[in-house]
């Protein structure tokens, strides 16, 4: 089985940093892209960065120079450093990968971890 883990949640104060951590586990032939999104109170689930195999990523525009993504390959994981965090980024924040289970499958599957709370109080 394949499982996403996230880790590094937890509460912190406006203007401070977290680093978010989510762990890929299992029977697992490739990782390609990587994203994390994030739930807000109330509201649905939004897209927040996405990183591929190659490094190229995506930073969604109301995080773009506060947070960043980055994966090891080598330990099947991906960050999302998130710095100066406001209010506003008080979420659920998800891990998503698609994963080759094996070298025949010519595209991944969607996995999801089960998420970890970011609180940012003022």
């Known amino acids: 089985q394949v499982q996403l883990v996230e880790s590094g949640g937890g509460l912190v104060q406006a203007g401070g940093s977290l680093r978010l951590s989510c762990a890929a586990s299992?029977?697992?032939?490739?990782?390609?892209?990587m994203g994390w999104y994030r739930q807000p109170p109330g509201q649905q689930r939004e897209l927040v960065a996405t990183i591929t195999d190659g490094g190229s990523n995506y930073i969604e525009d109301s995080v773009k120079g506060r947070f960043t993504i980055f994966r090891d390959n080598a330990k099947n994981t991906v960050y999302l450093q998130m710095n100066s965090l406001k209010f506003e980024d008080t979420a659920v924040y998800y891990c998503?990968?698609?994963?080759?289970?094996?070298?025949?499958?010519?595209?991944?599957?969607?996995?999801w971890g089960k998420g970890t709370a970011v609180t940012v109080s003022s």
């Open positions: 299992g029977s697992i032939f490739k990782i390609d892209a």
């Open positions: 998503n990968a698609d994963i080759r289970l094996d070298v025949h499958d010519y595209y991944g599957m969607g996995y």
